[in-house]
T-cell receptor, first 108, second 112 residues
């Protein structure tokens, strides 16, 4: 099946810093999504982005499908951005395949 | 509009017991999914459904069963619970195969 690798696995930043999270995938995809899992375990869909660039407030994402990677940018980090960020992709007709996530800690 | 609702939120089972995790969505989504998340890991697909009456296995289906008699409901059945099934279970839905997912709040299951 399709492989998803996320980097870095862990990231600790000060409030106000910017960060870039990366997602590499092993095959062509028809669906790519970024999720934030907050410290209470809730999964929130951030972006549906199989290709191109999207922005939502301080967050933006870019997927270069031909080169099989996606980037999630977080600017002016806040403590509420802490949690785990997952990239998930689908290459066929079944559900999304998730990476292992990037654990982000924003310190005040 | 409640989105995706999962019950119960927490459950402790003894080895060999069985239970059903409930999942219901009110968004008229055709596609529904069950995932499990083990500590420090990403989510793994257990089963999915592309519409009422149609289900298919995901990556880790052993020890589980599902049914989809209505568009709204997609229950997950555990038979003969084992310690390896201790995990957090998430149900999700999407409007189309290429659409964004909406997740439920999860069920934390411990098998002792």
């Amino acid at each position: 099946g399709i492989q998803v690798e996320q980097s870095p696995p862990d990231l600790i930043l000060q409030e106000g810093a910017n960060s870039t999270l990366r997602c590499n995938f092993s095959d062509s995809v028809n669906n790519l999504q970024w999720f934030h899992q907050n410290p209470w375990g809730q999964l929130i869909n951030l972006f549906y982005i199989p290709s191109g660039t999207k922005q939502n407030g301080r967050l933006s994402a870019t997927t270069v499908a031909t080169e099989r990677y996606s980037l999630l940018y977080i600017s002016s980090s806040q403590t509420t951005d802490s949690g785990v960020y997952f990239c998930a992709v689908r290459g066929g007709a079944d559900g999304l395949t998730f990476g292992k996530g990037t654990h982000l800690i924003i310190q005040p | 509009n409640a989105g995706v609702t999962q019950t119960p939120k927490f459950r402790i089972l003894k080895i060999g017991q069985s239970m059903t995790l409930q999942c219901t969505q009110d968004m008229n989504h055709n596609y529904m999914y069950w995932y499990r998340q083990d500590p420090g890991m990403g989510l793994k697909l257990i089963y999915y459904s592309v519409g009422a009456g149609i289900t298919d296995k995901g990556e880790v289906p052993n020890g589980y069963n599902v049914s989809r008699s209505t568009t709204e409901d997609f229950p997950l059945r555990l038979e003969l619970a084992a310690p390896s099934q201790t995990s957090v279970y998430f149900c999700a839905s999407s409007y189309s195969i290429g659409g964004g997912y909406t997740f439920g709040s999860g069920t934390r299951l411990t098998v002792v």
